[in-house]
């Protein structure tokens, strides 16, 4: 499984996969997220098949935000998800981002699981936060030098570059 940034050509495999699981995304705003921050869109690849996705972003001076993320039904359980977590939190620490964040809906006790295994805690719940008016739970997590250590997919660290407006990498054969 090779873990890489986002192109083009993977936009039709983003939103099949997108329509599939997520009821309330506008598929649109995955373009905008690679316009605007294509450094922080991941993908999932195994034998040529787009297995899942991460898009994270620079919410503020300090916090990335994973927005959202998603593996195909037939390729959970293989530890996907967990791998596109690891590499995005590696983006949010390379980039000096002390804290991550996310929501997720209250009624998805398996992304929940998923989510405090890798190290998140749930903060807070958000009433009707979905277009639906499920409540969502805010959960977040202090980034440390140990998302590197789970992050290790060699193609991906060659391609690690600064996320929106963070610091330039001084040397990036060095992640």
């Not at 098949?49 to 959970?76: H, T």
Request: aromatic share 12%; hydrophobic share 40%.
């Amino acid at each position: 499984m090779n873990i890489r940034r986002f192109v083009p050509d993977d936009f039709e495999h983003i939103l099949s996969i997108e329509q599939t699981i997520f009821s309330d995304h506008n598929p649109l705003v995955y373009i905008n997220f690679y316009e605007l921050n294509m450094n922080g869109f991941l993908v999932a690849e195994e034998n040529g098949v787009i297995a899942g996705f991460v898009v994270g972003y620079q919410l503020n001076e300090n916090e990335g935000r994973i927005f959202s993320l998603a593996v195909k039904d037939e390729y959970k359980n293989r530890g996907i998800g967990t791998r596109l977590i690891h590499a995005i939190l590696k983006i949010f620490y390379e980039n000096s981002l002390q804290y991550a964040s996310l929501e997720v809906r209250v009624s998805n006790v398996r992304a929940q699981k998923l989510y405090k295994r890798v190290g998140f805690l749930s903060c807070w719940v958000e009433k009707k936060y979905y277009f639906d008016g499920e409540d969502g739970v805010i959960m977040k997590m202090r980034t440390s030098p140990q998302c590197l250590l789970y992050a290790l997919d060699n193609s991906l660290q060659k391609q690690v570059l600064p996320i929106r407006n963070g610091p330039a990498f001084k040397n990036p054969n060095s992640i």
